[in-house]
């Protein structure tokens, strides 16, 4: 059974810091294309990050609400991506869920693949 492992969330105050983990379990991340979207109550899911599978030319995307905030990168194990989070701030918070997208865009979110999920990773950001 293929399935995506989010990890590395918590409880921080403004301006913290988190870096979340995504692994692949059955099957190997690192030839996917791979996003992280969030999910806020009472809000629509966000996509927020994407990076390009590893045979593919690099290529990453962030939404407008996180560049320069938010960095994803590839673990050297292959099997892991991460995200990492600064200067986070109370809208910040969510369910975070790494995702398998058919290609990195800036319209990744809507072609992720339904069979690979996660549960998901909470971010609470308050003083």
């Known amino acids: 059974q293929v399935q995506l492992v989010e990890s590395g969330g918590g409880l921080v105050q403004p301006g913290g810091s988190l870096r979340l983990s995504c692994a692949g379990s059955?099957?190997?991340?690192?030839?996917?294309?791979v996003g992280w979207f969030r999910q806020a109550p009472g809000k629509e899911r966000e996509g927020l990050s994407c990076?390009?599978?590893?045979?593919?030319?690099?290529?990453?995307y962030y939404t407008d609400s996180v560049k320069g905030r938010f960095t994803i990168t590839r673990g050297r194990d292959k099997n892991t991506v991460y995200l990492q989070l600064n200067g986070l701030q109370p809208e910040d918070t969510g369910t975070y869920y790494c995702?398998?997208?058919?290609?990195?865009?800036?319209?990744?979110?809507?072609?992720?693949?339904?069979?690979?999920r996660g549960q998901g990773t909470q971010v609470t950001v308050s003083s």
């Open positions: 059955g099957f190997r991340l690192d030839i996917y294309a």
């Open positions: 990076i390009s599978s590893s045979s593919s030319a690099l290529n990453t």
């Open positions: 995702a398998v997208p058919q290609v990195c865009f800036d319209e990744w979110l809507p072609t992720i693949r339904n069979d690979y």
